[in-house]
């Protein structure tokens, strides 16, 4: 499968913990995106990269979040100090910087007690 | 027929009918518009675009017709299949940044056997 893989699918954590997700985009692709999606919503963008770099952040990205990128391959993003509004699915997209068409994949599902 | 929901706009169809999805976006500054299908436990996946140059595209079983005067977009499946069943999202984009889409709230399609 030469698609979009995301690791861990779910994570269960428990409040003021550190959480760590990873993404593996399409290899061709130099743009990677990460989006939160709640229930009943459509994905929010929250953060992306050309490469290596991080070009546009949202403004729904707290200093507890952190997305890394280090050989502009697979992608990490952390959250620190995990509270239960974080609790949502958090998938990552990646594309070609010239074209629109994004690639999702399954998504990280976060539930923190 | 459609209904609103607590959570999710529902339609619900018989298979072999015509499904059409609504979808009113808010910025008059979007050029570029996208369709997404999002089954349960996957990510969303593209279903086709339309350029604001346009009104009207055809896919395979799937059209999307533009209206820029009411800024809306429907989406029409047809011959309705129970493989269709999914939350369908719009996506607005403005053409030439960062390829940021924003994403409508979605609609629930249900296709009854």
């Known amino acids: 499968d030469t698609g979009v893989s995301q690791d861990p699918r779910h994570k269960i954590t428990k409040r003021g913990q550190n959480v760590t997700f990873r993404c593996d985009p399409i290899?061709?692709?130099?743009?990677l995106y990460w989006y939160r999606q709640t229930l009943g919503q459509g994905p929010e963008f929250l953060t992306y990269?050309?490469?290596?770099?991080?070009?546009?952040k949202s403004r729904l990205l707290s200093d507890r979040f952190s997305a890394e990128r280090p050989k502009g391959s697979f992608s990490t993003l952390e959250i620190q100090r995990t509270e239960q509004g974080d609790s949502a699915m958090y998938l990552c997209?990646?594309?070609?910087?010239?074209?629109?068409?994004?690639?999702f994949g399954p998504g990280t599902r976060l539930t923190v007690l | 027929g459609e209904s609103v929901g607590l959570h999710l706009p529902t339609l619900s169809v018989q298979e072999g009918d015509n499904s059409i999805i609504n979808c009113a976006y808010s910025?008059?500054?979007?050029?570029?518009f996208i369709w997404y299908k999002q089954e349960s436990g996957k990510g969303p996946q593209f279903i086709i675009d339309i350029r604001s140059n346009m009104d009207k595209r055809q896919g395979q079983r799937v059209t999307v017709l533009l209206n820029k005067t009411v800024k809306h977009l429907s989406l029409q499946i047809a011959a309705t299949q129970p493989g269709d069943s999914a939350v369908y999202f719009c996506?607005?984009?403005?053409?030439?940044?960062?390829?940021?889409?924003?994403f409508g709230r979605g609609t629930s399609l249900i296709v009854h056997p």
């Open positions: 997209a990646s594309s070609f910087s010239f074209r629109n068409e994004q690639f």
């Open positions: 990269f050309q490469n290596e770099a991080q070009l546009e």
């Open positions: 290899s061709e692709h130099n743009r």
């Open positions: 996506a607005e984009n403005m053409e030439g940044g960062s390829y940021i889409p924003t």
């Open positions: 910025n008059s500054a979007s050029d570029y």
